[in-house]
């Protein structure tokens, strides 16, 4: 889900090879109709996916902004995708992997999400992006800092939702969470403590490495114990398996501690999953909010 899919704008602004344009709402024309996207500077395997009739998109127009938006008392950079629509539609916090940036998921889930009725809020993560946080540089080296930051990140996490469920456009009793990889982690504490969130996707996630470290870094964070506390919460779980930043042994020990309702979906990858993954978390995403009578 975080591949390096050009976002339909480009400016001077440049953030892990994807290409951003901060400005108002801005209308973004999509087919799924088999109209000509040729010359709009989409890869060859976006236009095919884009031109395939699917009886699952319900929108062809996607309403985009980037703003700063106070989360946890900060001014924090967000990007939200939401179908062009007078009806109040899903909402889904997105939360980025380590190294990343708000526009990696949001390019990738959240277009699949927003073509197919659904809304996303994403934000760059403290220490990532275009944040400015105090303490930038110890915080990379001093444990203390990156605790802080942690929580930091749990607060904000908390205020999106809260952010996303209060907008006029979104329907507050159906709101979702997805994190790929280090934000995975946060959706899951998130998803435990929260049950205004209604369903959980975890991407490129799993269980923490055994380490040295690993009985104090479960201090602060621990997968398998939020992961049963979820309480009756639809999880998916996406995952490659080739993943050598977060194994797929890990993912089945995340997968095996949760309740049912789950799934846990394989692709032939590595820790960047395919194209595909995006879609399916979408697909998933439309039953749990839309369920067929």
């Known amino acids: 889900m975080e591949c390096k899919d050009p976002t339909l704008e480009r400016s001077e602004a440049r953030y892990g090879g994807l290409y951003v344009k901060r400005r108002p709402w801005r209308r973004v024309k999509e087919s799924a109709q088999g109209k000509n996207l040729r010359g709009s500077g989409l890869p060859a395997w976006k236009i095919a996916h884009l031109n395939t009739p699917s009886p699952s998109f319900v929108t062809k127009k996607i309403l985009r902004r980037t703003d700063i938006i106070e989360l946890g008392g900060a001014g924090v950079p967000s990007l939200l995708l939401r179908p062009d629509t007078d009806t109040r539609v899903p909402g889904v916090v997105l939360l980025h992997g380590y190294s990343s940036t708000k526009e990696v998921l949001s390019n990738t889930m959240g277009l699949a999400l927003a073509m197919r009725g659904i809304a996303s809020l994403s934000f760059d993560l403290p220490l ?59 959706a899951l504490q998130t998803a435990a403590a929260d049950k205004r969130i209604r369903c959980i996707i975890v991407a490129a996630g799993g269980d923490l490495p055994a380490t040295p470290w690993t009985s104090m870094v479960r201090m602060v964070t621990d997968p398998l ?33 949760a309740s049912e309702p789950k799934t846990l979906k394989w692709y032939e990858s590595g820790h960047v999953l395919l194209p595909a993954a995006a879609d399916d978390a979408a697909a998933w995403l439309i039953e749990r909010f839309h369920p067929r009578p």
């Open 225 to 257: 114990t939020s992961v049963k506390k979820l309480n009756g919460q639809p999880l998916l779980m996406l995952h490659g398996l080739n993943d050598r930043t977060i194994r797929r042994e890990q993912a089945q020990t995340l997968y095996d501690a």
């Open 128 to 186: 990532h992006g275009r944040r400015d946080d105090e303490m930038f540089e110890e915080a990379r080296t001093n444990p203390f800092g990156l605790l802080r930051h942690w929580k930091s990140a749990l607060v904000e996490t908390r205020d999106a939702i809260a952010w996303l469920a209060a907008h006029e456009a979104v329907d507050p009793l159906r709101i979702g969470i997805a994190g790929y990889s280090l934000g995975s982690y946060i």
